[in-house]
Each structure stands twice: as C-alpha cells, then as structure tokens.
C-alpha cells in the first residue's frame, strides 16, 4: 500500500510538471502583466495616502510643540486622523489584493486542479451542522462563515475540502447597555471524507499530549500561583513578625497553611482527572494518541498517520486533528491563513514555488482520500 501511495505521489508530481509547463506558467506570464498594471495603480493610491499621512504627522507635532496644553484633546483632531488614513491604507491593500487572487484563481485554479481528476469548486458545503456536532470535536458556536469550497470524488468516495470559521456570538446586558460578544471556536481547513464503513463509536486522533493539555496547563499554572502566595505569606510573616498584631500574625498562618494544603489537593485533583481522561486514550509512534467514545481500541493503520504528517507538512501547520464517526472522516486544519488560493497582488506570478505550494496541499489531502480507500479494500480491520 505504502508503496502504490508513494508510485502515486511521484505520478501526480511528474504531471503537475507537465501541465504547469504547457498550461500554467504561459498564462501566469500573460497574467503578470495585467499584475503589475493594478499594482501601478494601487501604488499611486497609496502614495497619496502615505503623503497625507506624513502631513498629519508633521501637523500632529507643530501643534503639541507650538499650542498651549490641551488637556482634553478637543482641539487636536490629527490623532484620530492619522489612525483613519492607517486603515485606510490597509483597506485599500487588502482589498485589491484579495480581489486580484479572486479573479486569479477563477482564471487558473482549474488548471491546477484537473490533475486530480473530478475535484472542483462547489458552490454549496455539505458538510451540516448536524454534522459537526456529531462528531464532538467543536465547541458550541452559533454563527459560521464558509469561506470556499471544493468537492472531488475518487471511485466511489466522495470528499469535501471547505475554508471555513465557526464562531459563538452572545449578546450581554451591563447597566441597561447592550454589548456583544463574539468568541472564535474555529478556523481553519475542514476534511471530510465518506467512508464504506460505519462504526459505533467515535475515535479522535490528535497530535500527542492534545487531549487533557487543558488541565494540565491549568494545574500548573495554579500550582505557581498558589505557591507565589504561600511564599509572600510566609514572608510577611517572618519580616514583619515583630511589628505586626498579635491576631494578623496568627491569620497570615493560618492562611499559609491553607495555602499549602490547596497546592497539595490541586495536584492530587489534576493527577486524578488526568488519570481517569487517559483511560480511553493510546499513543501512537510518539506523535499521536487516540482517544476511544467506548473505551475499546480503534485499530487505525500506521500509514495514515503518514498521511496526517504530509498534510501537516504541506499546510505548514503544527496540529493536525481527526474525527471517524458512523461513516464520516473529518480531518480539522486549523489555520487563519488563505490557504487554498495561490497568488498575490505583491509578489511576482512567474515563480513556480506558489503554485507548487498549493498543489501540494490539494495532493496531500487526495493522497489520504485514496489510502482510506485503498485500506477498505485490502484491511477490513481497520476503523477507517
């Protein structure tokens, strides 16, 4: 098997060699002309905006150096108007760049793509929400923002590649004013992949010491607190013992005491916790652990961790996460970059490395499509 995904993956790369030379690059030559026109332009729009910023900045110091002191400000309105023309030069950047890659890709990303077969963008995601809270590995959110999506098949599987933000959005009442409040839950690349079999259970795969980092972290972080506040009770204590009150000595005693009675009790409490959350969880070659619904072993093959280590290595991303529920395999990417796109209105289209980079991604995530299917085939054991 391992050697059929690496025959593949020398296949895919000799073909997007081919198809970059014959297709891609002539028309990203083509393209890099129209490039350096709209950047001409976007240019000379912020010049005018770095010139006026520079006015402002000069005016902002002539008047705190040559006016009487304005305590409130009122008479000094450059501050707020140095802050506008900042944003406005970052919106006028940003804008035109995202709408240059935009009409890019919608120009050259099938090229790339139709080295995959019958991967394409689609208009709609079918992955629900339904979906995503089946598989446990989200927090609660109630607001989300699907930003592209592509869909593929290969034989009988069917996946979805999706860009999305998940996000929780709450609205507070503090003293008759109404605030609201807007927590990320996710972001990042969504995987999803049909499987031909359907457990009754859930398992999650994750980088190693994911599961139950949370109250370790917090363990220790209040194993130190706890411990910086016994350590200045007890110095109280002793450097002021003779200048203090009889009753305040005796209750910064007690209080260290307490202290150190908390400290041992958060640690037995955090050991116990962790201790009972590893119960449904193995660790695999050092790199990953699983963690079982029903406490059983999931039998997952050694090369899709080799998979999750190409998409991990592709995406340039430290954590890679994965969901098998019923008959879906959800694999979590988070990032907070465009990543699915190639291009920029800042950089130079000829060079080969961006185009490259992206379909490295897109086969990192077709070359898992095809172990899973090729792990249906030859090892019916396998939970995936």
């Known amino acids: 098997m391992e050697n059929k995904l690496y025959e593949c993956e020398e296949k895919f790369q000799s073909d997007f060699d081919k198809n970059y030379n014959e297709k891609i690059k002539p028309f990203l030559e083509t393209y890099e002309t129209k490039r350096k026109n709209i950047l001409k332009r976007v240019k000379l729009k912020l010049f005018g905006i770095y010139l006026l910023i520079v006015i402002d900045i000069v005016l902002f110091v002539y008047t705190a150096t040559h006016t009487p002191y304005d305590p409130d400000g009122s008479k000094n309105i450059f501050a707020p108007l140095l802050a506008l023309l900042v944003f406005c030069a970052w919106r006028v950047s940003s804008s035109a760049d995202a709408k240059f890659v935009h009409e890019l890709n919608a120009a050259c990303l099938n090229d790339v793509l139709n080295i995959f077969g019958g991967i394409k963008p689609a208009e709609t995601s079918s992955i629900t929400d339904d979906m995503l809270k089946q598989s446990g590995a989200f927090g609660e959110y109630n607001t989300r923002n699907d930003l592209i999506s592509f869909e593929g098949s290969l034989a009988d599987k069917h996946y979805e590649i999706l860009h999305t933000n998940l996000y929780h959005k709450c609205t507070a009442y503090k003293k008759d004013r109404k605030t609201s409040n807007i927590e990320g839950v996710f972001s990042g690349i969504l995987i999803h992949i049909k499987s031909n079999k359907n457990i009754n259970k859930t398992i999650k795969i994750a980088p190693k010491g994911t599961y139950g980092s949370f109250v370790t972290e917090q363990g220790v972080i209040m194993g130190f607190i706890l411990c910086g506040?016994?350590?200045?009770?007890?110095?109280?204590?002793?450097?002021?013992?003779?200048?203090?009150?009889?009753?305040?000595?005796?209750?910064?005693?007690?209080?260290?005491?307490?202290?150190?009675?908390?400290?041992?009790?958060?640690?037995?409490?955090?050991?116990?916790?962790?201790?009972?959350?590893?119960?449904?969880?193995?660790?695999?070659?050092?790199?990953y652990e699983i963690e079982t619904s029903d406490s059983t072993e999931a039998f997952i093959p050694e090369t899709f961790f080799e998979c999750l280590d190409k998409i991990k290595t592709a995406f340039k991303?430290?954590?890679?996460?994965?969901?098998?529920?019923?008959?879906?395999?959800?694999?979590?990417?988070?990032?907070?970059?465009?990543?699915?796109?190639?291009?920029?209105?800042?950089?130079?289209?000829?060079?080969?490395?961006?185009?490259?980079?992206?379909?490295?991604?897109?086969?990192?995530?077709?070359?898992?499509?095809?172990?899973?299917?090729?792990?249906?085939?030859?090892?019916?054991?396998?939970?995936?």
């Open 229 to 287: 506040a016994y350590a200045a009770m007890l110095s109280i204590y002793y450097v002021l013992e003779y200048k203090l009150m009889q009753e305040l000595k005796e209750f910064l005693a007690v209080l260290s005491a307490g202290s150190f009675l908390i400290i041992i009790l958060t640690i037995i409490i955090t050991n116990c916790i962790i201790k009972k959350h590893s119960k449904n969880r193995l660790q695999y070659d050092n790199n």
């Open 317 to 384: 991303t430290k954590t890679v996460k994965c969901v098998i529920f019923r008959d879906n395999i959800l694999i979590q990417i988070p990032l907070t970059k465009r990543c699915l796109l190639f291009g920029s209105l800042f950089r130079e289209l000829t060079k080969k490395e961006a185009v490259e980079a992206l379909f490295k991604r897109f086969l990192s995530i077709f070359l898992t499509v095809m172990f899973i299917k090729l792990s249906n085939d030859k090892n019916p054991r396998a939970d995936i």
